[in-house]
Protein backbone atom coordinates (compact mmCIF):
# COMPACT_ATOMS: atom_id res chain seq x y z
CA UNK A 1 0.00 0.00 0.00
CA UNK A 2 2.78 2.36 0.42
CA UNK A 3 4.55 1.85 -2.36
CA UNK A 4 1.21 2.41 -4.48
CA UNK A 5 0.95 6.01 -2.37
CA UNK A 6 4.56 6.74 -3.11
CA UNK A 7 4.13 5.99 -6.84
CA UNK A 8 0.65 7.78 -7.12
CA UNK A 9 2.58 10.81 -5.37
CA UNK A 10 5.68 11.04 -7.26
CA UNK A 11 3.57 10.61 -10.56
CA UNK A 12 1.41 13.19 -9.90
CA UNK A 13 4.63 15.67 -8.81
CA UNK A 14 5.90 14.63 -11.94
CA UNK A 15 2.60 15.40 -14.15
CA UNK A 16 2.81 18.95 -12.20
CA UNK A 17 6.34 19.74 -13.09
CA UNK A 18 5.92 18.46 -16.61
CA UNK A 19 3.40 20.91 -17.30
CA UNK A 20 4.76 23.67 -15.89
CA UNK A 21 2.31 23.89 -12.57
CA UNK A 22 3.01 27.21 -11.38
CA UNK A 23 1.42 26.68 -7.74
CA UNK A 24 1.05 24.34 -4.83
CA UNK A 25 -0.86 21.94 -2.46
CA UNK A 26 -1.78 22.55 1.40
CA UNK A 27 -3.56 19.40 3.16
CA UNK A 28 -5.75 20.04 6.36
CA UNK A 29 -8.13 19.48 8.57
CA UNK A 30 -11.65 21.59 7.60
CA UNK A 31 -12.85 24.03 10.47
CA UNK A 32 -15.24 25.84 8.49
CA UNK A 33 -17.27 25.25 4.92
CA UNK A 34 -19.90 27.24 3.64
CA UNK A 35 -22.02 26.01 1.34
CA UNK A 36 -23.52 28.79 -0.41
CA UNK A 37 -20.28 30.97 -0.47
CA UNK A 38 -17.87 27.62 -1.34
CA UNK A 39 -15.80 28.61 0.61
CA UNK A 40 -13.90 25.90 3.21
CA UNK A 41 -11.16 27.13 5.87
CA UNK A 42 -8.49 24.62 7.17
CA UNK A 43 -6.10 24.33 9.56
CA UNK A 44 -2.42 23.15 7.53
CA UNK A 45 -0.80 19.93 8.04
CA UNK A 46 2.71 20.84 9.26
CA UNK A 47 4.19 17.57 9.32
CA UNK A 48 3.82 16.88 5.25
CA UNK A 49 3.71 12.95 5.96
CA UNK A 50 0.68 11.25 5.08
CA UNK A 51 0.89 8.75 7.97
CA UNK A 52 1.30 11.36 10.40
CA UNK A 53 0.04 14.50 9.63
CA UNK A 54 -0.03 17.14 12.29
CA UNK A 55 -2.74 19.99 12.46
CA UNK A 56 -1.34 22.53 13.97
CA UNK A 57 0.26 25.23 11.06
CA UNK A 58 -1.93 28.47 9.71
CA UNK A 59 -5.56 28.96 9.06
CA UNK A 60 -6.37 29.13 5.14
CA UNK A 61 -9.02 29.64 3.80
CA UNK A 62 -10.62 29.02 0.11
CA UNK A 63 -12.61 29.81 -2.98
CA UNK A 64 -13.91 26.12 -4.60
CA UNK A 65 -14.35 26.06 -8.16
CA UNK A 66 -18.22 25.76 -9.46
CA UNK A 67 -17.50 22.56 -11.27
CA UNK A 68 -18.22 19.43 -9.64
CA UNK A 69 -15.27 18.02 -11.29
CA UNK A 70 -12.69 19.86 -9.55
CA UNK A 71 -14.60 19.53 -6.02
CA UNK A 72 -14.81 15.99 -4.55
CA UNK A 73 -17.10 14.80 -1.55
CA UNK A 74 -18.57 17.98 0.67
CA UNK A 75 -16.23 18.63 3.46
CA UNK A 76 -17.62 18.36 7.15
CA UNK A 77 -16.13 21.20 9.59
CA UNK A 78 -15.06 20.49 13.00
CA UNK A 79 -13.24 22.02 15.63
CA UNK A 80 -11.01 19.12 16.96
CA UNK A 81 -7.83 19.01 14.97
CA UNK A 82 -5.91 16.04 17.02
CA UNK A 83 -6.43 13.62 19.59
CA UNK A 84 -2.88 13.90 21.04
CA UNK A 85 -3.11 10.48 23.30
CA UNK A 86 0.50 10.30 23.81
CA UNK A 87 0.42 13.87 25.87
CA UNK A 88 -3.18 13.79 27.39
CA UNK A 89 -4.07 16.69 25.11
CA UNK A 90 -6.34 17.43 22.42
CA UNK A 91 -5.53 20.14 20.10
CA UNK A 92 -8.82 22.23 18.79
CA UNK A 93 -9.35 25.01 16.94
CA UNK A 94 -10.90 28.13 18.78
CA UNK A 95 -13.68 29.71 15.94
CA UNK A 96 -14.04 32.90 18.49
CA UNK A 97 -10.19 33.68 18.43
CA UNK A 98 -9.00 32.28 15.22
CA UNK A 99 -6.61 30.45 16.72
CA UNK A 100 -5.35 26.96 17.65
CA UNK A 101 -5.44 25.53 21.53
CA UNK A 102 -4.67 22.74 23.30
CA UNK A 103 -6.50 21.45 26.40
CA UNK A 104 -5.61 18.57 28.54
CA UNK A 105 -7.87 15.96 28.72
CA UNK A 106 -8.00 12.59 30.68
CA UNK A 107 -7.83 9.39 27.78
CA UNK A 108 -10.47 6.88 29.38
CA UNK A 109 -10.38 4.50 26.02
CA UNK A 110 -9.47 3.63 23.20
CA UNK A 111 -10.54 1.13 21.16
CA UNK A 112 -8.44 0.51 17.80
CA UNK A 113 -9.41 -1.83 14.68
CA UNK A 114 -12.05 0.10 13.99
CA UNK A 115 -13.19 0.29 10.79
CA UNK A 116 -15.64 2.38 9.06
CA UNK A 117 -18.05 -0.41 8.68
CA UNK A 118 -17.51 -1.26 12.04
CA UNK A 119 -20.78 -2.50 13.72
CA UNK A 120 -19.56 -0.80 16.16
CA UNK A 121 -20.34 2.40 14.47
CA UNK A 122 -23.64 1.83 12.78
CA UNK A 123 -27.00 4.01 13.54
CA UNK A 124 -23.89 6.19 16.30
CA UNK A 125 -23.34 9.90 15.12
CA UNK A 126 -20.46 11.29 16.90
CA UNK A 127 -19.10 13.61 18.71
CA UNK A 128 -20.88 11.18 21.68
CA UNK A 129 -21.54 13.60 24.86
CA UNK A 130 -22.56 11.40 28.07
CA UNK A 131 -22.99 14.60 30.71
CA UNK A 132 -22.93 12.41 33.51
CA UNK A 133 -19.74 10.51 32.75
CA UNK A 134 -17.94 14.22 31.52
CA UNK A 135 -16.67 12.17 28.67
CA UNK A 136 -17.01 12.37 24.63
CA UNK A 137 -16.34 9.83 22.61
CA UNK A 138 -15.35 10.31 18.77
CA UNK A 139 -14.40 8.12 16.03
CA UNK A 140 -10.99 8.50 14.04
CA UNK A 141 -10.88 7.52 10.60
CA UNK A 142 -7.69 7.81 10.19
CA UNK A 143 -6.63 6.42 13.74
CA UNK A 144 -9.53 3.76 12.71
CA UNK A 145 -10.15 4.13 16.29
CA UNK A 146 -13.61 4.85 18.77
CA UNK A 147 -11.75 7.28 21.36
CA UNK A 148 -13.23 8.44 25.16
CA UNK A 149 -11.75 11.26 26.86
CA UNK A 150 -12.98 13.43 30.59
CA UNK A 151 -13.33 16.99 30.38
CA UNK A 152 -13.79 19.36 32.91
CA UNK A 153 -18.00 21.10 33.28
CA UNK A 154 -16.80 23.87 31.55
CA UNK A 155 -15.42 22.41 28.56
CA UNK A 156 -18.28 19.85 28.10
CA UNK A 157 -20.22 22.87 27.79
CA UNK A 158 -18.52 24.16 24.76
CA UNK A 159 -20.01 24.11 21.55
CA UNK A 160 -20.70 20.37 19.79
CA UNK A 161 -18.58 21.80 17.32
CA UNK A 162 -15.56 21.96 19.29
CA UNK A 163 -15.07 18.09 19.50
CA UNK A 164 -16.26 17.21 16.02
CA UNK A 165 -13.22 15.92 14.23
CA UNK A 166 -13.76 18.06 10.40
CA UNK A 167 -13.23 16.09 6.86
CA UNK A 168 -9.18 15.95 6.08
CA UNK A 169 -9.02 17.66 2.27
CA UNK A 170 -6.44 18.48 0.36
CA UNK A 171 -6.00 21.83 -2.04
CA UNK A 172 -4.29 22.38 -5.33
CA UNK A 173 -4.22 26.29 -5.94
CA UNK A 174 -2.05 28.49 -8.57
CA UNK A 175 0.18 31.29 -7.11
CA UNK A 176 -1.52 34.01 -8.94
CA UNK A 177 -4.32 32.88 -7.63
CA UNK A 178 -3.89 31.93 -3.81
CA UNK A 179 -6.93 31.67 -2.52
CA UNK A 180 -9.07 30.30 -5.51
CA UNK A 181 -8.49 26.42 -5.19
CA UNK A 182 -8.35 24.56 -8.61
CA UNK A 183 -8.55 21.05 -7.18
CA UNK A 184 -10.32 19.82 -3.90
CA UNK A 185 -10.31 16.37 -2.56
CA UNK A 186 -11.90 15.10 0.55
CA UNK A 187 -9.24 12.44 1.66
CA UNK A 188 -11.64 11.49 4.53
CA UNK A 189 -13.99 10.49 1.83
CA UNK A 190 -12.17 9.02 -0.61
CA UNK A 191 -10.75 6.31 -1.00
CA UNK A 192 -7.67 5.86 -3.96
CA UNK A 193 -7.39 1.84 -3.94
CA UNK A 194 -10.85 1.19 -4.91
CA UNK A 195 -12.44 1.30 -8.40
Partial sequence: MKRIA???VLGLSMALCACNFDGGVEQGRCVAFDPDTRKVTLVVD???????PHYSGKVDTF??????RDVGPMPV?????????????VLYYDQATNSLKELPVEYTDIVKGVTARDARLKGKTFPIIDKDKHTITVYSPRMEALVTFR?????????????TLGDEVRIAYRNSERTKAIRMMNVTKTNIFTR
Fill in 6 to 8: LTL
Fill in 46 to 52: TALDQFN
Fill in 63 to 68: QLSDDP
Fill in 77 to 89: AGGLLMLETDKNM
Fill in 151 to 163: VSDAELAMPVYTW
